[in-house]
């Protein structure tokens, strides 16, 4: 006889296993999905790789130009374009023959006008093929500053070749790849100063300040105290003695410049004199006495001793004034 509750019939059981996994999952938290944030960052992208240096761009008019022949580090060829060359996105070359220039004096003037202001920096390329060149390059530099152009000279075919690739090979150079490097230390600094004189080196630098403890006591030290650093033979100490004790100015410049203004002076006393001689004979002969007592005057405060009549013969002087200085001589003796 089966039991009226019904426990042991199989819905029971099955409503009871229900109810348990209902309450289980109740009890269980609810997993929640991250809100989507309102700003979208951007990914990070990889930056492309520069590519190689291009070519160099040639002229057609400088067809069998043996600088052709010696650009060999980088590649060119040959585009319409108003330059001769072109070694970077703003730098642009002409080249000229002083020697073409010298035939051919407008054509240089006819290119750059061509330019007009296409490039930021204009190179003029000048090969100095001539003996007599200073005429021609002074003429050129004038022109260079009024046009804005950068004026570059070359004695040879493979040396103005050498300056196209080094425009080209620094197109994109930065602006540290020249400048020099400042201490940043003052073991740095300290390394800079020793190794002023060419011979002493950083090594020489540290055996210096470790036998002196600091930089001052190296510079007061006596000769024969320094000789005594390892590695430091007469040379050195010579140099570095020369570097920390001598005067910026040399004396002799000095001597040189006073020289040299005396001489002024007596050739503008000299000059006076000749300009004056027009007046009359008499004029003459008196101003020509004033002028050689100048003269001797001021020759002995300059410590000359040169014949004051040699002088006036290398000056180019009046056969009055000469006449005059002659007397003069003879009255004095």
Same mark, same amino acid.
């Given at each position: 006889?089966?039991?009226?509750?019904?426990?042991?019939?199989?819905?029971?059981?099955?409503?009871?296993?229900?109810?348990?996994?209902?309450?289980?999952?109740?009890?269980?938290?609810?997993?929640?999905?991250?809100?989507?944030?309102?700003?979208?960052?951007?990914?990070?992208?990889?930056?492309?790789?520069?590519?190689?240096?291009?070519?160099?761009?040639?002229?057609?008019?400088?067809?069998?130009?043996?600088?052709?022949?010696?650009? $060999?580090?980088?590649?060119?060829?040959?585009?319409?374009?108003?330059?001769?060359?072109?070694?970077?996105?703003?730098?642009?070359?002409?080249?000229?023959?002083?020697?073409?220039?010298?035939?051919?004096?407008?054509?240089?003037?006819?290119?750059?006008?061509?330019?007009?202001?296409?490039?930021?920096?204009?190179?003029?390329?000048?090969?100095?093929?001539?003996?007599?060149?200073?005429?021609?390059?002074?003429?050129?530099?004038?022109?260079?500053?009024?046009?804005?152009?950068?004026?570059?000279?070359?004695?040879?075919?493979?040396?103005?070749?050498?300056?196209?690739?080094?425009?080209?090979?620094?197109?994109?150079?930065?602006?540290?790849?020249?400048?020099?490097?400042?201490?940043?230390?003052? $073991?740095?600094?300290?390394?800079?100063?020793?190794?002023?004189?060419?011979?002493?080196?950083?090594?020489?630098?540290?055996?210096?300040?470790?036998?002196?403890?600091?930089?001052?006591?190296?510079?007061?030290?006596?000769?024969?105290?320094?000789?005594?650093?390892?590695?430091?033979?007469?040379?050195?100490?010579?140099?570095?003695?020369?570097?920390?004790?001598?005067?910026?100015?040399?004396?002799?410049?000095?001597?040189?410049?006073?020289?040299?203004?005396?001489?002024?002076?007596?050739?503008?006393?000299?000059?006076?004199?000749?300009?004056?001689?027009?007046?009359?004979?008499?004029?003459?002969?008196?101003?020509?006495?004033?002028?050689?007592?100048?003269?001797?005057?001021?020759?002995?405060?300059?410590?000359?001793?040169?014949?004051?009549?040699?002088?006036?013969?290398?000056?180019?002087?009046?056969?009055?004034?000469?006449?005059?200085?002659?007397?003069?001589?003879?009255?004095?003796?």
């Amino acid at each position: 006889m089966a039991d009226d509750t019904g426990v042991g019939s199989p819905s029971h059981v099955e409503g009871s296993t229900t109810s348990r996994f209902t309450e289980a999952s109740a009890s269980r938290p609810t997993p929640t999905r991250p809100l989507p944030s309102k700003v979208q960052q951007p990914k990070p992208q990889a930056l492309p790789t520069r590519s190689a240096l291009s070519a160099i761009l040639v002229s057609t008019r400088q067809k069998g130009n043996p600088i052709l022949n010696h650009i $060999k580090l980088l590649p060119w060829e040959y585009a319409d374009i108003p330059a001769d060359y072109v070694v970077g996105s703003t730098t642009c070359a002409l080249f000229l023959s002083l020697k073409y220039h010298r035939l051919h004096p407008e054509y240089i003037y006819s290119r750059i006008r061509l330019l007009a202001g296409k490039y930021l920096l204009r190179i003029l390329l000048i090969m100095v093929d001539i003996p007599n060149h200073e005429d021609s390059l002074k003429e050129l530099s004038k022109t260079s500053i009024i046009n804005n152009l950068t004026l570059v000279l070359c004695w040879s075919a493979p040396e103005a070749a050498h300056y196209l690739e080094l425009f080209k090979s620094s197109e994109n150079a930065q602006p540290t790849a020249i400048r020099t490097q400042q201490a940043q230390s003052y $073991k740095e600094s300290l390394i800079e100063f020793v190794t002023a004189p060419r011979s002493i080196n950083k090594s020489d630098t540290a055996s210096l300040i470790s036998t002196f403890g600091t930089l001052q006591n190296a510079i007061n030290a006596q000769p024969e105290q320094i000789s005594a650093v390892p590695g430091w033979g007469e040379k050195k100490v010579q140099q570095w003695c020369n570097a920390v004790r001598e005067d910026f100015r040399v004396e002799t410049s000095r001597k040189a410049a006073a020289s040299a203004k005396n001489i002024t002076s007596q050739r503008e006393i000299v000059s006076e004199s000749r300009a004056n001689e027009t007046s009359s004979p008499l004029d003459a002969h008196e101003e020509g006495e004033e002028a050689m007592l100048a003269v001797e005057a001021e020759g002995a405060r300059a410590g000359f001793h040169e014949d004051p009549e040699k002088m006036a013969q290398e000056e180019g002087m009046s056969d009055g004034i000469m006449a005059a200085l002659a007397e003069l001589r003879k009255a004095g003796g």
